[in-house]
């Protein structure tokens, strides 16, 4: 039997042979986004090892389907945890939206109970009630994360009374992926999905970015905003809920390692990878590719 089927095989049975050993936090984006959320975890809790995966070859993953985003956030997941990762944060709206539930409910019980793979979503919304006074929220986010209906929902249940209004933004992450997010184009990409979305509701007072590559546009959507208006980028309340998820599950904290140490995977070019993750986190990083179709 071919090897390829062999270990399709072990995969799909749940005995993969996934290693046993402590391993690095994973974390993983469509592509460059996910960065800065990296960048605020590592910056908490800095003596933890990371790995940070990227799927810049098939970014963005606004525009796809649910089965297409699963699928690849999927393979994402199985390639991390083959590199020895117990935890993996989807550090995107995009995939937590699209794939989170089905990888927690169907996948990790076939894999390795034992093992967690947590999203971006819920950490965003808990703050939202304590953070807005109107009790009105924006949210802008890809066309997948909006049309999924995620935050809504989230909102919904878990507070009823705040009214939400989301905003689409589907040019956004190309603009940063493509480098151009300091450019007059983003000026006006920006300008046209916020207009329109204080036009909905001007009694919005938090704006949620859910999306992970929108920080760097942090200036121009600052710039388009009512004053007044609390912006609420994703990184830190990310990294905070997830040093409060350790505290609350040793056993957990004691499966990873703590060494400082980071690597970055992209499934696109290392030097463009290395190029762009430099504006990201403003140091240079050196990147290694890896394919996970
Ligand atoms: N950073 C991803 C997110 O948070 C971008 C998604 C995309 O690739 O379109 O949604």
Same mark, same amino acid.
């Given at each position: 039997m071919p090897l390829r089927y062999v270990l399709f095989f072990f995969r799909r049975t749940g005995m993969e042979g996934f290693s046993e050993k402590a391993g690095a936090i994973g974390i993983f984006d469509s592509g460059y986004g996910g960065l800065t959320v990296f960048d605020k975890i590592r910056r908490l809790m800095p003596q933890y090892d990371y790995i940070y995966l990227g799927d810049n070859a098939r970014a963005p993953y606004g525009p796809r389907s649910f089965e297409v985003v699963y699928r690849f956030t999927r393979q994402a997941v199985v390639r991390l945890f083959e590199e020895g990762c117990q935890l993996v944060i989807l550090a995107c709206n995009t995939a937590s939206a699209k794939a989170l539930r089905s990888i927690q409910q169907r996948d990790l019980p076939e894999w390795d109970a034992t093992r967690r793979v947590l999203g971006v979503i819920r950490p965003t919304v808990e703050l939202m009630d304590q953070l807005s006074r109107t009790k009105h929220v924006g949210i802008v986010g890809t066309v997948g994360t909006v049309s999924s209906g995620s935050y809504?929902?989230? #909102?919904a249940k878990m507070f009823p009374h705040i009214q939400v209004t989301a905003e689409a933004c589907p040019m956004w992450v190309p603009l940063v992926e493509n480098n151009e997010?300091?450019?007059p184009g983003a000026d006006y990409f920006v300008k046209r999905h916020l207009e329109h979305l204080f036009a909905q509701d001007d009694k919005i007072d938090t704006l949620i970015l859910g999306c992970t590559h929108y920080p760097l546009l942090l200036d121009k959507i600052r710039r388009y905003t009512p004053d007044g208006v609390t912006l609420l980028p994703?990184?830190?309340?990310?990294?905070?809920?997830?040093?409060? $998820? #350790?505290?609350?599950?040793?056993e957990m904290d004691a499966k990873?390692?703590?060494?400082g140490h980071c690597r970055f995977l992209t499934t696109e070019a290392t030097d463009k990878f290395s190029e762009a993750a430099? #504006?990201?986190?403003? $140091?240079?990083?050196?990147?290694?590719?890896? /394919? /996970?179709?």
């Open positions: 809504q929902l989230e #909102l997010f300091a450019s994703q990184g830190e309340c990310v990294a905070r809920s997830l040093q409060d $998820y #350790l505290h609350r599950h040793p990873l390692t703590k060494e430099t #504006l990201f986190l403003s $140091y240079p990083v050196s990147a290694e590719q890896v /394919i /996970i179709d």
